[in-house]
Nanobody
C-alpha cells in the first residue's frame, strides 16, 4: 500500500501565500507523475498542477504565474507554492501520485486525504 500525507493548508488573507507538501510512503518502485487537485462543494475535482518525474509541469490557467509545483524524487515529495492567493482559490486540495509498485509494476493512482485552503477577502 501507498500513503500520501499532506500538510500546509490553512487560512490566509487574499494576496498571501501558502506552501503545501505531500509525502508518499509505502510500497513504491517508482512514482511517475505527482500533482495537486482541488475541489469545492458541488463541483468536480479539478487539476491545479502536475509534475512528471523528469520535471515537466502543467498548470491550470487560473493559477499560472501564481502557483509553482516542484518535487524531490529522492523523498517522494511534491510541493505546491501558492502566491497571490485569491478567495476563489478556496478549496480542499488533494495530492495525487501515479505509482508503480514493486510487486506488480502496474501503475496505480493514489490520493491524499485532502487539506483545506481558505482565502479570506
Amino acid at each position: 500500500q501507498v500513503q500520501l500525507v499532506e500538510s500546509g493548508g490553512g487560512l490566509v488573507q487574499a494576496g498571501g501565500s501558502l506552501r503545501l507538501s505531500c509525502a508518499a510512503s509505502g510500497s513504491i518502485f517508482r512514482i511517475n507523475a505527482m500533482g495537486w487537485y482541488r475541489q469545492t462543494p458541488g463541483k468536480q475535482r479539478e487539476l491545479v498542477a502536475s509534475i512528471t518525474s523528469g520535471g515537466n509541469t502543467k498548470y491550470a490557467d487560473s493559477v499560472k504565474g501564481r502557483f509553482t509545483i516542484s518535487r524531490v524524487n529522492a523523498k517522494n515529495t511534491v510541493y505546491l507554492q501558492m502566491n497571490s492567493l485569491k478567495p476563489e482559490d478556496t478549496a480542499v486540495y488533494y495530492c495525487n501520485a501515479v505509482v508503480v509498485p514493486p510487486a506488480t509494476l502496474v501503475v496505480r493512482d493514489y490520493w491524499g486525504q485532502g487539506t483545506q485552503v481558505t482565502v479570506s477577502s
